[in-house]
Each structure stands twice: as structure tokens, then as C-alpha cells.
């Protein structure tokens, strides 16, 4: 009768962690966000040719946690933790223009951040599922007034990245 109601017990708890548990999202790798990047400035049409070469941060407000899940927050929370980058690889983002040319084309890093206009961005911040992008942008001139700034949110709908909310943003 014991070793009945043991393994009864033990059957249950294995059906339960089986069926009832939702496994471990796996962690984005480096490789993985810029390829999901390159994807949304094609779809989004971002024309960048500079990028400061360290990027920023990007901290979720709790306007921003309303867009998620708590367990998609603390996915990406750990990778802001723990950045995946923390300076631009060299011949890694794409420039999208008219003439795009895949393996050709690519934002140049600056490593001067106050001279001319310079793009400053964080590492996106992706969703578990890989459907929602976080990134925060800068583009400044360098001339006390002209620049913008803004986190914005980015969904893959049908395949495609669409920009759908922009949080703190500002223009000047």
C-alpha cells in the first residue's frame, strides 16, 4: 500500500512539472538581438549611417511595464542587468538606404560622441518571444539646440517591425 501511494504521489508531481510548468525562456544571445535589429530597420526604414559606438541605457519605467507581461519584465530586465553589449561590434547593424546592399552597407561606429550630428542608441531589449523590442534612441547635433530622443517600443506584427509607442520622448 505504501509503495502504491508513493509512486501515485510520484506520478502526480511528474505530471504536474510535465503539463503544468512553463519552461525557461531561452536567453537572447548577442548574434540574435542584432539580427532582430537589422530586421526592424528594414522594416521600419531607419536611416542611420553613425552610431556612437558605447550604447546607452535603457531603464523600464513602470509606464513602460504596462506594455508586458510580469514574466516578459523580468526577462528583460535581466538583460538589462546584464547588457549583451556594451560597445558596437564593427560591421554588425545595417544602414538601410535606397541602395542597400546586405554584407556591404553598415552603421559606422564614432568614437568622438561631441562632434557633429551622432546617433547614440541602447542594445535592444527583447521580449522572451521575440516579438517586442525595446530601444532607446538619441540623435544629437552637437549645437545646444537640435536633437531628439525618445524609448520606443517596437512590435513584430505579420513578420514586421512597427514602431507602436514612444515613451519619453522629446525634440528640441
Known amino acids: 500500500m505504501k ?6 504521489a510520484i506520478g502526480i508531481t ?6 503544468g510548468c512553463k519552461p525557461a525562456p531561452k536567453p537572447i544571445t548577442e548574434e540574435e538581438a ?24 535603457l531603464t523600464l519605467s513602470d509606464e513602460m511595464k504596462k506594455e ?5 519584465v523580468a526577462f528583460m530586465e535581466a538583460q538589462i542587468r546584464k547588457p549583451l553589449a556594451k560597445e558596437l561590434k564593427p560591421r554588425t ?3 538601410f538606404h535606397k541602395d542597400y546592399k546586405p554584407d556591404q552597407d553598415f552603421v559606422r561606429p564614432i568614437y568622438e560622441a ?3 550630428f551622432v546617433t547614440h542608441m541602447s542594445f ?8 517586442k523590442m525595446l530601444i532607446h534612441w538619441t540623435t544629437d547635433c552637437n549645437c545646444l539646440l537640435g536633437g531628439s530622443a525618445g524609448d520606443y517600443l517596437y512590435v513584430k506584427k505579420n513578420g514586421r517591425w512597427k514602431l507602436v509607442r514612444t515613451f519619453n520622448g522629446w525634440i528640441s
Open 114 to 116: 561631441d562632434s557633429g
Open 124 to 131: 535592444p531589449i527583447i521580449s522572451p518571444d521575440r516579438k
Open 93 to 95: 547593424i545595417n544602414w
Open 68 to 72: 508586458f507581461t510580469p514574466e516578459e
Open 3 to 8: 509503495n502504491s501511494l508513493f509512486f501515485l
Open 14 to 19: 511528474t505530471t504536474c512539472c510535465l503539463f
Open 34 to 57: 542584432y539580427t532582430l535589429l537589422n530586421e526592424l530597420i528594414l522594416d521600419d526604414t531607419l536611416v542611420m549611417r553613425e552610431i556612437y559606438y558605447r550604447f546607452d541605457s
